[in-house]
């Protein structure tokens, strides 16, 4: 099955642009999350270099969000780039596991293989893939029981229409 970033910019606006004055924004560069302001009267969700995988990673990261951080830059989150230390990427990895919980599930929904990031290839020694990996799942399968944020579960919901995958989600659809 073929992804396009411009077919997924479409889903996302029709979604949710008239609500939240927010769209899906092709970068050139690394992503962001630009609220509206003087400059510019929409939101922005910035995703890397129209790779399908980072708007849908970046789509989490809002989904999960909340209104009262979209009203903040990157949503006000920590971040520290690429090489960070041990401590760092222990703390880098305890805020990802909920919005990789969620990309999980939007790329199931759209028939997109997942691999989980710990986003760290210049950093002190080796990551533990497969142990961030086990936390993530844990959490996708908290979600399954207990349910998505209310915004991931409708987007996850449209692209399972879309792309015509196996619906409802279930723990079957994943594997750690």
Known sequence: MKHCFIELICLFESTFKKKYNTRLIKGNDEPIYLPAND???????????????????????????????????????????????????????????????IEWALCVASGKDFYVSTDNLLGEGETDRVAFKAKVFKQVQFYLEFGFPTDAAKFITVLAQHYQTTWPLTPEHFSC
Request: aromatic letters at 16%; proline letters at 3%; charged letters at 20%.
């Open 39 to 101: 400059v510019c009267q929409f939101n922005q969700i910035i995703f890397a270099h129209g790779y399908f995988s980072s708007a849908l990673h970046e789509v989490a990261h809002w989904c999960l969000a909340g209104q009262s951080r979209r009203l903040l830059e990157d949503y006000g989150y920590w971040y520290i780039p690429d090489g960070r230390d041990h401590q760092q990427q222990a703390k880098f990895e305890s805020v990802e596991i909920k919005p990789q919980a």
